[in-house]
């Protein structure tokens, strides 16, 4: 393999083949001979934008990715080579950055004969888009399409300078709470591990965080240490309102509380109110002789959801921060949607960005966040930990943040699992360790982290019956602690369990019913084989060709009794 660069890039075949779409922004196109340049002679601008330039702005607007030509836009990404700019990478350099004013690296790499040309694609410039023919592009599955107008907002947005860091005119220090001072001051000692910290006069801390230059005081110094009579005066939408609802049908709500006060004083008023007894139940889970208590909603998953809600907000936004508290789940919402850069894909993979950069500054120098962005990191741990849903942002929009946290242990057997194998670590389990054996509790079997893959296979928490078999399956203690076999013969006992459930509902099933039950879990062409084996079982029945194909029970089955037992008996003798 050999490289002729344009640019640094530097990336191997096999790395570049590991990208992901998303996560990683990346673009793969066959492009054997050509690729379209600029437009061609298409008259439809859908078909117009499907060109080197087109991609190259949706890329750049995305905050950069890699343009990929000579690789088959599917998995595995099979090489196949292009000669497109072959001997000419210098002059479609120097012709990308003559029409968009952006330098793109340029690549090419070499498996075997075929050549494969890499686009390095630089983030737009901030508080700027790129525009190809005039307007701003965007990706959207195979499809170029315009930015929306609350997109556009969001990136011109980031020209504003950062408000926490304005000065609030006529804000005093007498409008600042000892309390909170205090607070700050124990937090900024304890995490600075200067005990003299907090014997410093409140000036100099004041000054030395950047929250007061020249006897004037800046709107992060109200956010964070304003009493409530200030906040009223200069930021009336700084407050925090807590609603709590026995269902989710009830409209109005059977208690309600909000909180106008200072952030380093309200956190732990707000955990405060959300722990009631009544409203913040204990959860029991036995394992043998030992019973564990998880609470309905955790402190540090709260914690962390309330100084993003509150640190990442938009100001300028007249809503509050809403909390919606029931019996089985929290929704905490927000005004200003994710902060620049930042998605529902990547949140765990990207650097956090804040939207008011000195109030989160501050909050970390005195310990209260994470450093880059890691309390969504512990969010996550947390939840899986605990042996409930992740926390989800699905209903997060251009326009506010929303998250739901569940109360629910939905698996108590990994519970007691993943504590039992963290609990045995010195190195502890991270994050993206934790997703994957979530992911494989469920028998999802594709797009896991292959890092996370391999050491979990090394230390026997995850296994699949050969090398070649990607089918995986928890380590033997879980299936201990469950008391169910994870195979039945040589088939999963999940994917058992998803078949019988198809014709639970359904006498006749088609390939596309078994594809929607499995969803992400497996891939159509592991599907198709896992039914192929259970026709040779002669559990099931295929009838008719092509579109037409059906499948239906073997008639030594009984429909109206449990099939699954039915399929283990029979697969058992």
């Known amino acids: 393999m050999h490289a002729n660069v344009q640019g640094n890039i530097r990336m191997t075949i096999q ?103 890499v686009f390095k694609i630089p ?26 107008d609350a997109e556009v907002f969001r990136i011109l947005s980031e020209r504003a300078p950062d408000f926490s860091a304005t000065i609030c005119e006529g804000l005093t220090y007498e409008d600042l709470d000892p309390e909170a001072i205090a607070l700050m001051k124990a937090g900024y000692a304890r995490k600075q591990k200067n005990p003299a910290f907090e014997t410093l006069p409140d000036n100099q801390i004041l000054t030395d965080l950047g929250l007061s230059e020249n006897g004037k005081y800046n709107y992060a110094a109200l956010i ?27 409209i109005p709500y059977t208690a309600r509380k909000e909180f106008q006060e200072s952030l380093f004083t309200v956190l732990d008023k707000i955990w405060d109110y959300v722990n009631q007894p009544a409203s913040n139940p204990l959860l029991h889970v036995q394992h043998k002789f030992k019973i564990y208590d998880i609470p309905a909603f955790n402190r540090e998953v709260i914690r962390e959801a309330v100084l993003n809600a509150i640190g990442h907000r938009q100001w300028n936004d007249l809503g509050s921060v809403v909390i919606k508290q029931y019996p089985d789940s929290i929704n905490i919402s927000n005004s200003g949607g994710f902060p620049s850069g930042v998605s529902k894909e990547n949140i765990l993979t990207i650097n956090s960005k804040p939207r008011n950069k000195l109030v989160m500054e501050v909050l970390e120098k005195t310990g209260e966040v994470e450093r880059s962005g890691q309390g969504v990191d512990k969010m996550f741990s947390i939840c899986l930990m605990e042996g409930k849903p992740l926390p989800d942002y699905s209903q997060t929009d251009d326009y506010q943040v929303d998250l739901c946290l569940r109360a629910t242990i939905v698996d108590e057997a990994f519970y007691i699992f993943v504590n039992e194998v963290q609990n045995r670590r010195a190195d502890k389990l991270n994050v993206f360790d934790l997703l994957t054996l979530d992911k494989v509790r469920q028998g999802i079997s594709t797009d896991l982290s292959e ?70 879990n497996l891939s159509r062409m592991q599907i198709k084989y896992f039914i192929s084996k259970l026709e040779e079982e002669r559990l099931i029945i295929k009838s008719g060709l092509g579109r037409h194909t059906q499948y239906s029970l073997d008639v030594t089955i009984d429909a109206n009794n449990n099939i699954l037992e039915q399929f283990t008996d029979r697969l058992s003798k």
Do not use: W
């Not at 570049?16 to 298409?42: C, M, P, Q, Y």
């Not at 200069?234 to 709590?244: D, G, H, M, R, S």
């Open 15 to 117: 790395e570049i083949k590991k990208l992901r779409e998303t996560e990683h922004k990346v673009e793969f196109k066959e492009a054997k001979k050509d690729f379209n340049f600029a437009g061609g002679s298409h008259a439809d601008p859908k078909e117009r934008r499907k060109c080197v330039l087109g991609y190259v702005v949706a890329l750049a607007n995305e905050g950069g990715g890699y343009l990929v030509f000579g690789v088959k836009e599917n998995k595995p990404n099979e090489v196949v080579g292009t000669e497109f700019a072959n001997g000419k990478t210098g002059a479609l350099t120097d012709e990308i950055y003559k029409r968009l004013e952006i330098r793109v690296g340029i690549e090419e790499l070499f498996e075997g004969d075929k050549r494969v040309l």
């Open 123 to 148: 983030s737009r410039p901030p508080g700027s888009t790129l525009k190809f023919e005039g307007v701003p592009l965007m990706r959207i599955g195979d499809s170029l399409r315009v930015m929306s």
């Open 224 to 250: 964070l240490l304003g009493t409530r009579k200030a906040l009223r005066h200069y930021l009336p939408n700084a407050e925090v309102i807590i609603e709590y609802r026995l269902n989710h049908s009830m």
């Open 451 to 520: 890092a996370s893959v391999e050491k979990l296979q090394r230390e026997g928490l995850i296994k699949s019956q050969s090398s070649a078999d990607k089918k995986y399956v928890l380590g033997d203690l879980y299936y201990e602690i469950a008391k169910q076999p994870a195979y039945i013969k040589e088939y999963r006992l999940r994917d058992l369990q998803i078949v019988a459930g198809c014709f639970e509902k359904a006498n006749n099933v088609v390939m596309s019913d078994f594809v929607g039950a499995f969803g992400n």
